[in-house]
């Protein structure tokens, strides 16, 4: 299966900055079948981002997605209060489908 | 708008079968353009794919899972269903029931949008 690796575990910003979040893969992520989700406490997680890049319906324009092949980005390009959470990536490009262990962005 | 409401039991006993139903409203599961998932999360940590069905009954299961899970569809009301068998500790977990959009056909290769509210599972005696 394919494992997904986010880095950093813990990012502390501030409202404001900039954000960048990075999922690497064990193998090349065919297609590039890569999803972001958000996940604040207590609830279910929201898709961001799909086919790497591609926005969800009613995502705000200060998420975007980019990489191919084993390395993948997100990146908020400016930090809302509402925007401290944590973070999952996901490949549906091989199955099993897989998600990474999560990079939880907090407010510094 | 699609709405996924889930059901089941929050307590299991050990080595008996978690069963939850996720109900679709707002939309049709015999929709051809999407599969219909269930994730689940231990407390405290990630996120685990279970298995995936489409409306005709295909499914995928994750392989650690797949000799002890059963996921099913009832198109007739709009539902589909996971059974866990023979359930320890290590089960304890938030459920979550999802669709499973893709922008290829057959919708084999999906990502989840939206996920229902999850259930809280815990296995104890």
């Known amino acids: 299966e394919i494992v997904l690796t986010q880095s950093p575990g813990t990012l502390s910003l501030s409202p404001g900055e900039r954000a960048t979040l990075s999922c690497r893969a064990s193998q090349t992520v065919s297609s590039r079948y890569l999803a972001w989700y958000q996940q604040k406490p207590g609830q279910a997680p929201r898709l961001l981002i799909y086919?790497?890049?591609s926005r969800a319906t009613g995502i705000p324009d200060r998420f975007s997605g980019s990489g191919s092949g084993t390395d993948f980005t997100l990146t908020i390009s400016r930090l809302e209060p509402e925007d401290f959470a944590v973070y999952y990536c996901q490949q549906y490009g091989s199955s099993p489908w897989t998600f990474g262990q999560g990079t939880k962005v907090e407010i510094k | 708008q699609l709405q996924l409401q889930q059901s089941g039991p929050g307590l299991v006993k050990p080595s008996e079968t978690l069963s939850l139903t996720c109900t679709v409203s707002g939309g049709s599961i015999s929709s051809s353009a999407y599969y219909w998932g269930w994730i689940r999360q231990p407390p405290g940590k990630g996120l685990e794919w279970i298995g995936s069905?489409?409306?005709?009954?295909?499914?995928y299961y994750n392989p650690p899972l797949k000799s002890r899970v059963t996921i099913s569809v009832d198109t007739s009301m709009n539902q589909f269903s996971l059974k866990v068998r023979s359930v320890t500790a290590t089960d304890t977990a938030i459920y979550y029931c999802?669709?499973?959009?893709?922008?290829?056909?057959?919708?084999?290769?999906?990502?989840?949008?939206?996920w229902g509210q999850g259930t809280l599972v815990t296995v104890s005696s």
């Open positions: 069905i489409y409306f005709s009954g295909t499914t």
């Open positions: 086919g790497a890049s």
């Open positions: 999802a669709r499973g959009p893709a922008d290829i056909f057959p919708p084999s290769h999906h990502w989840f949008d939206p």
